[in-house]
């Protein structure tokens, strides 16, 4: 679904607002195999394309964009976020992908063989309410925000004693 795309791209990504998910695109994912833990692995590079802290410009034409290597964990199964993109570029139409905007509104009824999803964009006030809604959904109080899906993810990778090293460039602070 959309909701766990965006909650997955927020979490891993490091993405902060409705902004960031907003400019998101298709082009910004490679797909390739590469060896993890001595395993070869399917694994998406994300390649930021400007953000907050780096918006482009003459001044920030040194730095390099944050790049992000997620590798699939098979043992996730259907929760896989590898196996989740996998998915997605499957069923979206061709056109959503020329089109270069990651998320696209699914269709009402889905036809076995064909795409599950149309090529319109889904608008940025719904995508800016996207973390709110998914909260009052699932009766989680508090002031819950897209940003908190950063937060999610930053606080997630200390935990898991991720080097500090990594979770800075992998959450651009």
Request: with cysteine.
């Amino acid at each position: 679904t959309t909701k766990l795309r965006f909650f997955y791209n927020g979490k891993y990504l490091c993405l902060r607002g409705g902004n960031e998910h907003r400019l998101l695109r298709f082009s910004q994912f490679t797909r390739e195999t590469a060896t993890a833990d001595g395993k070869e692995r399917a694994c998406y590079i994300y390649t930021e394309q400007g953000s907050k802290n780096h918006g482009g410009g003459m001044g920030q034409l040194h730095l390099d964009n944050k790049v992000v290597r997620h590798f699939e964990v098979p043992e996730a199964g259907s929760r896989d976020y590898v196996h989740i993109l996998d998915q997605y570029f499957e069923k979206v139409p061709r056109e959503a992908i020329e089109k270069d905007n990651f998320y696209v509104r699914p269709l009402s009824s889905i036809v076995e063989g064909k795409p599950w999803f149309t090529s319109v964009p889904i608008g940025k006030n719904k995508l800016s309410s996207m973390v709110k809604d998914m909260c009052a959904a699932g009766s989680i109080e508090g002031n819950k925000t897209n940003h908190s899906l950063r937060s999610f993810g930053v606080t997630t990778m200390f935990k898991k004693s991720v080097p500090e090293k990594l979770i800075q460039e992998r959450s651009g602070h």
